[in-house]
């Protein structure tokens, strides 16, 4: 098998937030950054940027074969996981999945969600735009996203200050699927 070099992939990726049901861009649009109406870059990140698809497959067996004779797929998780370079209120907003960060003259604030758990989170969309084959792009929309970490933020003197984040998708609907990816082709 010839590995051609082109196919490749190499580079950071960058996060965009908007609301749950958030309008996306077209599939034509993957190489244009989403619209600053509906979308807000998160800035930078440390340590990259990854896609997880888990899948949890369980066994079929009988008695009269040795070998599985089949399997089923029991769960399917997928997450969106890096770490926020920007240690802004409003990211931590996002990964605290919710909250609200206030500004006045000469400050800015943060108070956390402490509503009951029986209220329903307020889920978000997520767009990763990273890179494709060939040096063009690839865009994963997640549609209905929280915050599954715990958040923490250490102040050392020779680390940068960092919010972790793990992004899990969560059902949709029968007919919305829970993420999407589309490549750019040349």
Same mark, same amino acid.
């Given at each position: 098998?010839?590995?051609?070099?082109? *196919?490749?992939?190499?580079?950071?990726?960058?996060?965009?937030?908007?609301? /749950?049901?958030?309008?996306?861009?077209?599939?034509?649009?993957?190489?244009?950054? @989403?619209?600053?109406?509906?979308?807000?870059?998160?800035?930078?990140?440390?340590?990259?940027?990854?896609?997880?698809?888990?899948?949890?497959?369980?066994?079929?067996?009988?008695?009269?074969?040795?070998?599985?004779? %089949?399997?089923?797929?029991?769960?399917?998780?997928?997450?969106?996981?890096?770490? #926020?370079?920007?240690?802004?209120?409003?990211?931590?907003?996002?990964?605290? *999945? %919710?909250?609200?960060?206030?500004?006045?003259?000469?400050?800015?604030? /943060?108070?956390?969600?402490?509503?009951?758990?029986? *209220?329903?989170?307020?889920?978000?969309?997520?767009?990763?735009? %990273? #890179?494709?084959?060939?040096?063009?792009?690839?865009?994963?929309? %997640?549609?209905?996203? #929280?915050?599954?970490?715990?958040?923490?933020?250490?102040?050392?003197?020779?680390?940068?200050?960092?919010?972790?984040?793990?992004?899990?998708?969560?059902?949709?609907?029968?007919?919305?699927? @829970? /993420?999407?990816?589309?490549?750019?082709?040349?």
């Amino acid at each position: 098998m010839a590995v051609t070099t082109t *196919n490749l992939v190499q580079g950071p990726a960058t996060l965009y937030q908007g609301d /749950f049901g958030a309008t996306e861009p077209a599939d034509t649009a993957v190489n244009t950054a @989403p619209p600053a109406s509906s979308w807000t870059d998160l800035g930078g990140t440390q340590d990259g940027v990854k896609l997880v698809i888990d899948q949890t497959y369980v066994e079929l067996e009988v008695d009269q074969i040795t070998l599985r004779v %089949g399997s089923r797929r029991t769960k399917q998780d997928f997450t969106i996981e890096t770490s #926020l370079a920007e240690a802004t209120l409003e990211n931590l907003a996002i990964v605290l *999945n %919710g909250g609200t960060a206030a500004s006045g003259a000469g400050f800015k604030s /943060f108070d956390p969600d402490v509503s009951s758990s029986a *209220n329903q989170p307020d889920y978000f969309a997520i767009i990763l735009d %990273g #890179l494709a084959p060939e040096q063009l792009t690839r865009r994963v929309i %997640g549609r209905r996203m #929280l915050n599954i970490d715990s958040v923490e933020q250490a102040y050392t003197k020779d680390k940068m200050t960092l919010i972790p984040a793990k992004f899990a998708g969560h059902y949709v609907s029968e007919g919305i699927k @829970p /993420f999407h990816i589309v490549d750019e082709v040349s």
